[in-house]
């Protein structure tokens, strides 16, 4: 059974930036199609970023492209998502998740405990 592990989150100014890292257990996290979804305080979660089992192909949610990149070392098990120029709006508990349906960007059924990005203006 795959676990997804997030870290990197923390408190930041606006403008400034973080990346967020989702380590996985199991050999078969290279296959999978991975996403990151956030959740604001009131607010549904929704989804940010998700990249395919090669990092060939990547797709993002409008409020975030040319800000946030996501890729992935398949070696090292870990996914990434690299986020600059960070926003008051962005605040929120961000989640890995696997797999991700690429055409739909749907969730998949594994989920990481997520971890709290706070952008203070």
């Known amino acids: 059974q795959v676990q997804l592990v997030e870290s990197g989150g923390g408190l930041v100014q606006a403008g400034g930036s973080l990346r967020l890292s989702c380590a996985a257990s199991?050999?078969?996290?290279?296959?999978?199609?991975v996403g990151w979804f956030r959740q604001a305080p009131g607010k549904e979660r929704e989804f940010v970023a998700a990249?395919?089992?090669?990092?060939?192909?990547?797709r993002y949610a409008d409020s975030v492209k040319g800000r946030f990149t996501i890729s992935r070392d398949n070696a090292k098990n870990t996914v990434y998502l690299q986020m600059n120029s960070l926003k008051p709006e962005d605040t929120a508990v961000y989640y890995c998740?696997?797999?991700?349906?690429?055409?739909?960007?749907?969730?998949?059924?594994?989920w990481g405990q997520g971890t709290q990005v706070t952008v203070s203006s």
């Open positions: 998740n696997a797999p991700v349906l690429m055409s739909t960007v749907r969730p998949g059924s594994l």
């Open positions: 199991g050999r078969t996290f290279s296959s999978y199609a």
């Open positions: 990249i395919n089992w090669s990092g060939v192909s990547t």
